[in-house]
């Protein structure tokens, strides 16, 4: 598996590789069809796509040993290119020598175009210094720099990531309108996405329309762009669960008698002299004491059974029960719980947030954001390396198999210090599901994420 995918809970690498503008890319090497057949029936599927999405010419026109410069005529340049023919018909119908000059000045003018924009576009390097991370339904600016590595400067450049007619991505390009000789420019675009989970461009884009417009010449680079789009979460409100001496002891939020350093203050009377931070007083000639994070000992696992709530195959039709999981967890986090996830994929061991900084919920969604239907396989244009893909096949084919057995479905590993107060999450339109363990709380949602209804169970440590 690659590193994401191995470890959902850290960041993907950000992506900063320079990328050197050539003329012509070198030959590519010809990769072997692999040996597995999902993994063939993948290849197939995203060369039918790619082509459904560009079309039979512009597939062609992509490639960078053929075509190394693409152009894309403007609506000027048309009328000029219009204007140059009717001259030259008219020119030689009539043979005269004023049609013909005018006809030259008009060729000249679009063959000046031409090389004044190659110009633009030689001898330039592109790094990008993008985000990991994203938000779903969120715009977030990303930033290219591009130095000219010329004695001449570089007009009116645009750059921007490709998606190739994807429909789960939003992207804007970056401008450069002056680059002067071995100058640094930045070009800040955005991107938005418009579902959770990894997502990936086709590669980055160098245009320009210098000098007259008439034409944008543009370079295209084969390097996609990974990045994963965290989950939203959606608001939720949930009333005490009774967890107190429960489970281990936690850190809080709140400043109380407890082991880990929480900060200063000015003392106050009845603080005690082991609290007095006798250096800090010395210097500010104050008696300045020390606080201390209280302790809190409630646990809280919240299992999502992340199964497809309809006939749908899309990843996205978890997007909304994402939210509403990462919804519950920051609730829990709230009301000082130390909170953990399990799925049937994987899972985040409980953790107190004592600063309020969200790092628990941050790898909380993390996780949501790799989640795909337990039972469905993903699609082949889901941007996953091919042996995680297959392996996600072939996990969604054995879960498919246990339901139809009427088997319970099995939760990744987790292991807590103390007994916890378990939530159960799972959809309303899939009771055939059956998990093992018990819970103590019960949330039922639809396919849009909405609470259903909540159900109490008692269990076994509550029994006791």
Known sequence: MTDAAANPLQPPPPTTRRIRVQWRDPRAVAAALPSDPILRARHRALADLRRQRLGFWRSIGRSNRLFPRKLVVTREGKWIIGIALLLGAAAVNTGNNLLYLVLSLAISV???????????????????CYPAELVAGAVTALRIEVFNDKGRPALHLEVGEVTDGATDVQVRDGYVLHLGPREVGQAFGAIRPLRRGPIATAGLQLTTGYPFGFARKSRLFDEPAAFLALPTVTPTDLESLGAHDRGATELSRKVGQGDTFAGLRDARPGDAQRDIYWKASARRQRMIAREWQAEANRVAVVRFAHVAPGPSQDPAALDAACARVAGICEALLRGLFAVGLQTFAGSVAPEADPAGRGDPLLRIRRLLAWLTPADQPPPPQWPLA??????????????????QRGEALPWAPLTTAAPAEVVLVRFD????????????REIVIDAAGHIVRTLHHRSAHQAA
Not at 429 to 440: I, K, Q, Y
């Open 110 to 128: 679009i063959a000046i175009s031409g090389m004044l924009s190659e110009w633009c576009l030689r001898e330039l390097e592109l790094l990008r």
């Open 386 to 403: 091919d042996a995680d893909w297959a392996a996600t096949v072939r996990a969604a084919y054995d879960t498919q198999a246990r339901l």
């Open 429 to 440: 339109s899939r009771d055939d599901v059956r998990t093992l363990g018990p819970c103590d």
